[in-house]
T-cell receptor, first 114, second 115 residues
Framework: LAKTTQPISMDSYEGQEVNITCSHN???????ITWYQQFPSQGPRFIIQ???TKVTNEVASLFIPADRKSSTLSLPRVSLSDSDVYYC???????????????FGTGTRLTIIP | DGGITQSPKYLFRKEGQNVTLSCEQN?????MYWYRQDPGQGLRLIYY???????QKGDIAEGYSVSREKKESFPLTVTSAQKNPTAFYLC??????????????FGPGTRLTVT
């Protein structure tokens, strides 16, 4: 997986839109960008995946600029239950096996304030 | 968690004993994975399997073993050779491998404590 950089933590107030940005300067041509959410003591949950431009589903939107060197996960109107860890991953495990920070890093810990 | 089950949720063992963690999926996914998560850390890949009867070591395979005799099942054995086995273990599966894509579905996890 291409190395990614995302903020260690973020705070936001309930009801606001939250944007979490991930940098992936060495993304490969075939790589998709995938975001996961992890609740405490549970397995990560797949949120959204995209290749370019914008992807939207019932949970979130993913914005990817033309150079694909970064991506932004947008969570609309967050609630207290959105206080979790969010992981950004690029590429797949198998074809990039052996690279530094191969799998899920420490992610971004999002804290929602009432 | 969806169609992936892991059992048990909590497991306690004495040091020196082997222990097997169960992972079953009914999603008809080809690939399955095992991860380990330590407190405050991300996930590290232990083993993965792209197809039945085939599996590959991940980053931290030492002290672990797996089998993939059926598409639905990918049990992980934590052997006595694993120096620090106490951790949260997560199983995941994904549809047929697609280059560049990382779309995995996780089970609820098993928290193993070895004393």
């Amino acid at each position: 997986l291409a190395k990614t950089t995302q903020p260690i933590s973020m705070d936001s107030y309930e009801g606001q839109e939250v944007n979490i940005t991930c940098s992936h300067n060495n993304i490969a041509t075939n790589d998709y960008i995938t975001w996961y959410q992890q609740f405490p003591s549970q397995g990560p949950r797949f949120i959204i995946q995209g290749y370019k431009t914008k992807v939207t589903n019932e949970v979130a939107s993913l914005f990817i600029p033309a150079d694909r060197k970064s991506s932004t996960l947008s969570l609309p109107r967050v609630s207290l239950s959105d206080s979790d860890v969010y992981y950004c991953l690029v590429g797949d495990i198998i074809s990039n096996f052996g690279n530094e920070k191969l799998t899920f890093g420490t992610g971004t810990r999002l804290t929602i304030i009432p | 968690d969806g169609g992936i089950t892991q059992s048990p949720k909590y497991l306690f063992r004495k040091e020196g004993q082997n222990v097997t963690l169960s992972c079953e999926q009914n999603l008809n996914h080809d690939a399955m994975y095992w991860y380990r998560q330590d407190p405050g850390q991300g996930l590290r890949l232990i083993y993965y399997s792209q197809i039945v009867n085939d599996f590959q070591k991940g980053d931290i395979a030492e002290g672990y073993s797996v089998s993939r005799e059926k598409k639905e099942s990918f049990p992980l054995t934590v052997t006595s050779a694993q120096k620090n086995p106490t951790a949260f273990y997560l199983c995941a599966s994904s549809p047929r491998y697609r280059q560049g894509s990382n779309e995995q579905y996780f089970g609820p996890g098993t928290r193993l404590t070895v004393t």
